[in-house]
């Protein structure tokens, strides 16, 4: 593996450029490389066959070696030849790695899964944003209820605490964060599950996400520290800090590869192809045991059925390629019609999600329900062929099409499907208009054909 500190060499020799000229750079060569690999995707078969996967696999690898990454600190280009890219990539696949979070009798070590396989994807939950430091407790207590959650992906993202408001890079920031820090593990003590992973660590701001790694604190297999690539194809030496951080100290990196379709990469093909590339940079300078895969539309929708096949395509080609762990985070955070439709949403994704190879399901749609609800769809899934999987996809997104007729005109905010809106924090308990909403949710799924157990109760 190439040392994080050559990256910081390469960011001072690479070649000198504009964000606009990379920008300019990344799109002609991201239409070009579509042509050349014809990453042209059907619209009917949203789960990707092995030839699409490796296609997709290909084209990244040679678009990262002509394009690179843009560091904005620097305003040079990151560049790797073709056969480190290779190189690197059959090192992971030859030599498997394993996620392992959380310490103690909580701890849980993760491997790859394959597209086709019979193991259900990790539940990694959200618990927030929650805004609030009030909510902190409840959010964890109902959520480790659930037998299917183990962990979470953040529980917090909490901006102030008493009168102090987190300023990024100042010293108000380490304050919030760590007093959000010891809320956690407050509430983790109370419902006994000292040592479970918590996720991100909620900083703008390396150093200041490191100050909680410490005793007393996280231990370093209970957190994360984020190292992500902003789309497309950008970061700043901040990143490349945190990456060395995280190697020092033994925290796994959050790598986080994710792009947005219509944007600088174009369609499903272009967008696929660049987030494959997103990924595989990250590997090479955080050497990162797993990550993350994300897309959404220029709406911020990642339910969609492009952005679904775009997603699909991203995951198979890690999973055959790399023998990699990945994580999708199965949430919509797009303004919806209805809570039925916010809970489809979130289960559409994760059902791609468990038919694609990946590992984690994280963040879990918006309350500790959704998060039962997505285990039972995604135990359904697993094992499928990925003709059965393609058809109970493309009949959740035909649902959702009908209640976004059904309700047009109505909106309902993120906010409104959060935990704290769709839950009675005293009783830990969904409201009753929430559990009505899931028990029609779910019958509409099991009406598209989604082969979840009559054992499921919403209780």
């Not at 790859?112 to 990790?122: L, Q």
């Not at 990024?168 to 040592?195: C, D, H, M, W, Y």
């Amino acid at each position: 593996m190439i040392p994080i500190t050559d990256f910081e060499k390469r960011s001072n020799e690479g070649q000198l450029m504009t964000a606009n000229e990379f920008d300019d750079f990344l799109m002609e060569t991201a239409s070009e490389l579509v042509d050349k690999y014809d990453l042209v995707f059907d619209e009917s078969q949203i789960i990707a066959d092995d030839e699409r996967a490796d296609a997709v696999f290909n084209a990244a690898v040679e678009f990262l070696a002509t394009v690179g990454v843009y560091n904005r600190t620097t305003s040079h280009a990151i560049k790797w030849t073709e056969d480190e890219i290779r190189e690197m990539a059959a090192d992971y696949k030859n030599n498997p790695r394993k996620l392992t979070i959380g310490a103690g009798k909580e701890q849980l070590t993760i491997e790859a899964r394959k597209a086709g396989d019979g193991k259900t994807p990790v539940i990694l939950a959200g618990g927030g944003p929650l805004f609030n430091a009030a909510f902190i407790g409840p959010a964890i207590m109902a959520y480790t209820k659930e037998p299917s959650v183990k962990g979470f992906t953040k529980c917090g993202c909490i901006a102030k605490i008493g009168d102090v408001a987190a300023q990024a890079n100042s010293p108000s920031e380490i304050f919030v964060q760590v007093e959000e820090t010891k809320a956690q593990l407050a509430a983790l003590e109370k419902a006994g599950r000292q040592g479970m992973f918590l996720g991100n660590v909620n900083s703008t701001d390396p150093i200041s996400a490191a100050m909680c790694v410490r005793p007393g604190l996280y231990e370093p297999s209970q957190c994360m520290i984020g190292v992500h690539i902003a789309p497309e194809q950008k970061i700043d030496n901040s990143r490349l800090k945190a990456s060395y951080i995280c190697e020092e100290l033994g925290v796994s990196p959050w790598a986080s590869a994710m792009s947005m379709m219509g944007g600088l990469a174009g369609g499903p093909g272009g967008t696929a192809m660049c987030l494959t590339a997103n990924l595989l940079a990250q590997l090479s300078y955080a050497h990162s045991p797993w990550s993350s895969v994300s897309v959404t539309d220029m709406k911020g929708s990642s339910k969609t059925a492009k952005t679904l096949m775009t997603l699909s395509a991203a995951l198979r080609a890690a999973e055959r390629n790399l023998n990699l762990v990945t994580g999708v985070p199965c949430t919509d955070a797009t303004v919806c019609t209805c809570f039925e439709e916010g809970l489809l949403g979130g289960a559409v994704i994760a059902a791609t999600t468990a038919a694609s190879g990946a590992a984690i399901n994280w963040l879990t749609g918006t309350s500790p329900l959704s998060a039962r609800i997505q285990n039972a769809l995604m135990e359904g899934i697993v094992g499928k062929s990925r003709e059965e999987a393609n058809a109970i996809v493309v009949g959740i997104l035909k649902a959702i099409d009908d209640l976004q007729k059904e309700h047009a005109g109505v909106q309902l905010p993120l906010p409104a499907q959060l935990f704290f809106s769709v839950y009675d924090i005293s009783t830990l308990s969904p409201k009753p208009e929430y559990k009505a909403a899931a028990e029609n949710a779910v019958a509409l799924m099991r009406k598209a054909g989604a082969p979840i157990s009559d054992a499921l109760s919403l209780d």
